[in-house]
């Protein structure tokens, strides 16, 4: 593991970050580590003279606020993460990792892995047009890439193939308008979030116009959709898919205190796939 060496902020590139930095979160990091100092370096990878940061846009951010020349960082080597898309993919499994994320952040992030994966493992097509909504052959690439992972990432991740497809499906909403509401309530909110991709973008952005106006015109995207004179059709969740929106935005102790209090019913659902396995094997 490389040590931690003290970096110029001014050669670390952040990049497009999938994430939107919270202000409030910056300026309370910042001011714990006006107190305490840093506790934790950023990860930065090598691009010529210069760095890319892979972990720890926060810090870096918090530094920054605070007039740091330098920050602590442990820099891995330009081979390591040789192209844009590996230094992406680092970013992501770090972020998802802490599971910290909101719906709609982890939308964008599931979406963003998954467009790394088929660059890798699908030959582009001559006259290939991105999709906007999961197609028929989007459902085997979003099979062959929940497959891609072990299960107990699958466990830990929340990567079943129903939860990749309503994922890109939030992650189908207009880029500039899921910066617009990345710190908004409703980014919390799978079905508010589902609701809205399923307008057309300019009914999307007439509603993300009403969420983030000042003064502010609609509190949920079922509201704005009343008052542009529309009978929201509110996608509806299972129940079991309930479980699992709030369950993704739990931090991993919680997850693991969850796994626990279901560890009977986890031990025979796991008791009966690994013979439904074997059966399919004989």
């Known amino acids: 593991m490389s040590a931690s060496r003290m970096i110029s902020i001014a050669t670390i590139d952040a990049g497009n970050r999938l994430r939107v930095l919270d202000p409030a979160w910056v300026r309370t990091i910042a001011d714990d580590m006006a107190v305490e100092g840093q506790q934790e370096p950023i990860h930065i990878v090598e691009r010529g003279d210069r760095f890319r940061l892979v972990s720890?846009?926060?810090?870096?951010?918090?530094?920054?606020?605070?007039?740091?020349?330098?920050?602590?960082?442990?820099?891995?080597?330009?081979?390591?993460?040789?192209?844009?898309?590996?230094?992406?993919?680092?970013?992501?499994?770090?972020?998802?990792?802490?599971?910290?994320?909101?719906v709609l952040d982890r939308a964008r992030y599931i979406a963003a892995w998954r467009e790394v994966y088929e660059t890798v493992h699908v030959p582009p097509k001559r006259g290939r047009k991105p999709a906007t909504a999961p197609t028929e052959t989007t459902d085997e690439l979003i099979a062959n890439f929940a497959n891609n992972f072990t299960d107990a990432a699958k466990a830990a991740l929340g990567l079943s193939q129903r939860s990749i497809y309503l994922a890109l499906q939030v992650a189908s909403i207009a880029p500039e308008l899921t910066t617009q509401i990345a710190l908004h309530p409703v980014a919390?909110?799978?079905?508010?979030?589902?609701?809205?991709a399923s307008q057309s973008e300019a009914r999307q952005a007439a509603i993300v116009d009403m969420l983030v106006s000042e003064p502010v015109r609609a509190t949920s995207v079922t509201e704005a959709l009343m008052l542009l004179g529309t009978t929201p059709s509110v996608a509806k969740l299972a129940a079991y898919e309930r479980i699992h929106e709030k369950f993704s935005t739990l931090k991993p102790a919680e997850k693991v205190a969850f796994f626990e209090l279901n560890a009977p019913d986890i031990e025979i659902w796991l008791a009966e796939r690994a013979n439904t396995k074997r059966s399919k094997a004989a």
């Open 56 to 102: 720890g846009a926060r810090r870096l951010a918090a530094a920054g606020l605070l007039g740091w020349a330098e920050i602590e960082a442990k820099v891995k080597p330009a081979s390591a993460l040789a192209d844009d898309a590996s230094a992406t993919l680092a970013e992501i499994k770090a972020d998802m990792m802490r599971g910290e994320l909101t």
């Open 188 to 196: 919390g909110k799978q079905s508010e979030l589902l609701t809205l």
